[in-house]
């Protein structure tokens, strides 16, 4: 290699290493407007956790506030879940959605049916800006049910950008005969 083809190697190599780090401080907004979210709602861990269950729910016929559901993701969020295992095959499908794809799909049913979710244990691990929140959760039609229809864990990954907290993912997995909440993610 020629010196001067090792300098102009050296130069973009470097230029690379500064601007990789500096591109990922902060979350890339730019691919849609971001509503701006309440202060309150992302003060905190456990602050934008209970945001995020209280958005979506609500009665039958109430509209939900997807700006703040939006408010509260990052753009390039992911929610996931665990599908039904194939009879046959065994293997599970996890369905995988842009926070548009969760709101274009769950939104209308959950305003038309009424839907009630709620987190009631939890077990949280953080390591710098990374939290990691395991959600055990029940959802109800409406507040006053006596039971839950549906019960199961979100697992919940978070960011603490020094300004503000985002919900990075949200995977979660239905209760079932075949997959019954082990008892340390039930309350206590």
Same mark, same amino acid.
Request: proline letters at 8%.
């Given at each position: 290699m020629t @010196?001067?083809?090792?300098?102009?190697?050296?130069?973009?190599?470097?230029?690379?290493?500064?601007?990789?780090?500096?591109?990922?401080? /902060?979350?890339?907004?730019?691919? @849609?407007?971001?509503?701006?979210?309440?202060?309150?709602?992302?003060?905190?861990?456990?602050?934008?956790?209970?945001?995020?269950?209280?958005?979506?729910?609500g009665p039958a016929g109430q509209q939900r506030d997807w700006d703040r559901f @939006?408010?509260?993701?990052?753009?390039?969020?992911?929610?996931?879940?665990?599908g039904r295992r194939d009879t046959t095959t065994g293997v599970s499908r996890p369905r995988v959605m842009t926070a548009e794809q969760y709101i274009a799909g769950a939104g209308p049913q959950l305003e038309r049916n009424g839907f009630f979710e709620r987190e009631i244990a939890q077990s949280s691990e953080t390591f710098g800006g990374v939290t990691h929140r395991?959600?055990?959760?029940?959802?109800?039609r409406t507040a006053a049910d006596p039971k839950p229809f549906a019960r199961g864990i979100n697992s919940i990954q978070?960011?603490?950008?020094?300004? @503000?907290?985002?919900?990075?993912?949200?995977?979660? !997995?239905?209760?079932?005969? !075949?997959?019954?909440?082990? /008892?340390?993610?039930?309350?206590?």
């Amino acid at each position: 290699m020629t @010196r001067l083809v090792r300098t102009i190697v050296l130069i973009a190599s470097a230029s690379l290493a500064i601007a990789a780090p500096a591109a990922a401080q /902060a979350p890339d907004t730019t691919r @849609r407007t971001m509503p701006a979210p309440r202060p309150a709602d992302v003060a905190s861990a456990d602050a934008i956790i209970a945001a995020l269950y209280d958005v979506i729910s609500g009665p039958a016929g109430q509209q939900r506030d997807w700006d703040r559901f @939006r408010s509260l993701l990052l753009p390039e969020a992911r929610l996931i879940v665990v599908g039904r295992r194939d009879t046959t095959t065994g293997v599970s499908r996890p369905r995988v959605m842009t926070a548009e794809q969760y709101i274009a799909g769950a939104g209308p049913q959950l305003e038309r049916n009424g839907f009630f979710e709620r987190e009631i244990a939890q077990s949280s691990e953080t390591f710098g800006g990374v939290t990691h929140r395991f959600s055990t959760y029940d959802s109800k039609r409406t507040a006053a049910d006596p039971k839950p229809f549906a019960r199961g864990i979100n697992s919940i990954q978070l960011l603490n950008d020094g300004r @503000r907290w985002w919900v990075v993912t949200i995977f979660w !997995d239905a209760e079932r005969p !075949d997959n019954p909440i082990p /008892a340390k993610y039930l309350p206590r």
